[in-house]
């Protein structure tokens, strides 16, 4: 087992994929550190975990509060081998009718308290001479899509930032995996935001006619297992990533009439 006795780290881990995640990466025989805002949820999880588990209630976006939680873990484990960068949130709505500080809240928690988050965990990967960081980003981090503006440039972001770690962290055996996924069965789309930065409130059927998240789950330890730098998993949503790649101009034809649907 890859990861056996390793000290995982995973955002987002009280629903989705960051649950999943979890159970798989106790399969592996690692120790958990769980960490989502939501106390009762991240107790829920770690009762169907069997290994090593401990949760850290934390909003990530709240940087006095990563740094009191990494300061905790490094006291009582002294190092972290895996940081899965998990937490997030989505979009529905229009850009030109999408309020500000929606796309403010989105950028936040996507982008800025992610890298914050890997910033605080880099030194302690950099002192090991090792380390996995795992990065569920997404096929909206390769192309626009309608609704989701907000949504695709902090995800933009995510891939330029965690690229440019690929290339600045070979020297120090620290491995970046960037996932990402098309349509997965979790409440993601429940849970975007509107205009106004109320819930969406919608499961649609790209989430209905996903991939379970514990099938990404077991693709991702096993891509991050063997070193890889990319993941993209699902399902036509994919091959759109390739049309825009070789066809562009057959891409903006297709996803100009799909309108959100």
Request: hydrophobic share 45%.
């Amino acid at each position: 087992m890859f990861f056996n006795n390793q000290i995982v780290l995973i955002t987002g881990a009280s629903s989705g994929i960051g649950e999943a995640l979890s159970y798989a990466f106790s399969k592996q025989n690692a120790t958990l550190l769980l960490c989502a805002r939501n106390e009762q949820e991240l107790l829920r999880v770690k009762s169907n975990i069997t290994t090593r588990c401990e949760i850290f209630v934390c909003d990530i976006t709240n940087y006095l509060s990563v740094d009191v939680m990494i300061s905790s873990i490094l006291l009582k484990y002294q190092k972290i081998d895996v940081l899965v960068n998990n937490a997030g949130m989505s979009q529905r709505a229009l850009a030109f009718e999408t309020e500000f500080r929606v796309d403010e809240k989105i950028m936040n928690l996507n982008y800025l308290a992610t890298v914050y988050l890997t910033k605080k965990v880099l030194p302690v990967m950099i002192s090991q001479k090792k380390g996995n960081i795992i990065v569920i980003s997404s096929i909206s981090g390769k192309f626009g899509f309608w609704q989701r503006s907000a949504y695709a440039a902090s995800k933009h972001a995510l891939q330029g930032f965690f690229e440019t770690l690929q290339i600045e962290l070979r020297e120090y055996n620290i491995n970046t995996l960037l996932v990402c996924p098309g349509g997965v069965k979790t409440n993601i789309s429940k849970n975007a935001l509107g205009k106004d930065g109320t819930p969406h409130g919608t499961m649609e059927a790209l989430q209905l006619k996903g991939m379970s998240p514990e099938s990404l789950a077991m693709k991702v330890l096993h891509a991050s297992a063997r070193g890889k730098k990319q993941l993209l998993a699902g399902q036509a949503e994919v091959f759109l990533y390739y049309i825009k790649k070789w066809f562009p101009w057959l891409f903006f034809k297709i996803v100009e009439n799909v309108k959100g649907r």
